[in-house]
């Protein structure tokens, strides 16, 4: 079995992008396939999928706490996002080779009750997966995953897109894809890799770094 580290070191975005779509959240998937060439994914949202777990990047938002857009550039001020916010660790992964990274760049909308949305989507999931989902912890597609896990007794090779659309608030309009894009991965994975590709609004381009062990 095998860890995958995934660490974002930089995101660009278009210089044209209005303000209102400055609020990044993005999803990554990793698909490979297992010691049984059977397909599985690995996925993570950043920072996570709480009511304040974005990127700020909106310029009117520029004194607050939370504003993590460079000064001069259309990117993510990776200097001032702390590692825990931008990092993805994948562990137990039965990893015979990689075959490609899906991504996807959400924009969050902050008015949106964030809660009522989480308590509606995690009503989705059978009673018996719920009891090992930790009111206390926050919530992120990997701990939901474990939990179908530890509920079912055997691996869980990937949740519902039904599910995963409601948890990461895209069924509510709480949030809104602005980049969907995709790249296919060697074997051995490469210390980085970066995937680029037209959106709303322009051009957008996202480095990770990938360290397996």
Same mark, same amino acid.
């Given at each position: 079995?095998?860890?995958?580290?995934? !660490?974002? !070191?930089?995101?660009?975005?278009?210089?044209?992008?209005?303000?209102?779509?400055?609020?990044?959240?993005?999803?990554?998937?990793?698909?490979?396939?297992?010691?049984?060439?059977?397909?599985?994914?690995?996925?993570?949202?950043?920072?996570?999928?709480?009511?304040?777990?974005?990127?700020?990047?909106?310029?009117?938002?520029?004194?607050?706490?939370?504003?993590?857009?460079?000064?001069?550039?259309?990117?993510?001020?990776?200097?001032?996002?702390?590692?825990?916010?931008?990092?993805?660790?994948?562990?137990?992964?039965?990893?015979?080779?990689?075959?490609?990274?899906?991504?996807?760049?959400?924009?969050?909308?902050?008015?949106?009750?964030?809660?009522?949305?989480?308590?509606?989507?995690?009503?989705?999931?059978?009673?018996?997966?719920?009891?090992?989902?930790?009111?206390?912890?926050?919530?992120?597609?990997?701990?939901?995953?474990?939990?179908?896990?530890?509920?079912?007794?055997?691996?869980?090779?990937?949740?519902?897109?039904?599910?995963?659309?409601?948890?990461?608030?895209?069924?509510?309009?709480?949030?809104?894809?602005?980049?969907?894009?995709?790249?296919?991965?060697?074997?051995?994975?490469?210390?980085?890799? !970066?995937?680029?590709?037209?959106?709303?609004?322009?051009?957008?381009?996202?480095?990770?770094?990938?360290?397996?062990?």
């Amino acid at each position: 079995m095998k860890e995958l580290e995934v !660490t974002v !070191t930089d995101l660009t975005f278009p210089a044209s992008l209005e303000d209102k779509y400055c609020k990044f959240r993005p999803l990554i998937s990793i698909r490979y396939l297992d010691s049984n060439d059977k397909v599985q994914y690995a996925r993570e949202a950043l920072p996570g999928l709480g009511a304040s777990d974005y990127w700020e990047c909106e310029k009117d938002n520029k004194k607050k706490d939370d504003y993590v857009r460079h000064p001069t550039a259309p990117k993510v001020d990776t200097d001032r996002l702390d590692i825990s916010k931008r990092e993805i660790l994948f562990k137990d992964l039965d990893i015979k080779s990689f075959e490609r990274i899906e991504l996807e760049l959400f924009d969050v909308d902050i008015k949106v009750k964030w809660e009522k949305i989480m308590q509606s989507a995690l009503m989705m999931l059978p009673p018996d997966v719920l009891t090992f989902v930790n009111p206390a912890m926050p919530v992120t597609l990997t701990l939901v995953k474990q939990a179908y896990e530890k509920a079912s007794g055997k691996k869980v090779d990937d949740l519902e897109k039904s599910l995963i659309t409601k948890l990461i608030g895209k069924d509510d309009g709480a949030t809104r894809s602005i980049w969907v894009r995709s790249k296919d991965l060697p074997n051995p994975l490469p210390e980085s890799v !970066t995937v680029t590709g037209p959106g709303k609004q322009g051009d957008y381009s996202l480095t990770m770094a990938m360290n397996v062990r």
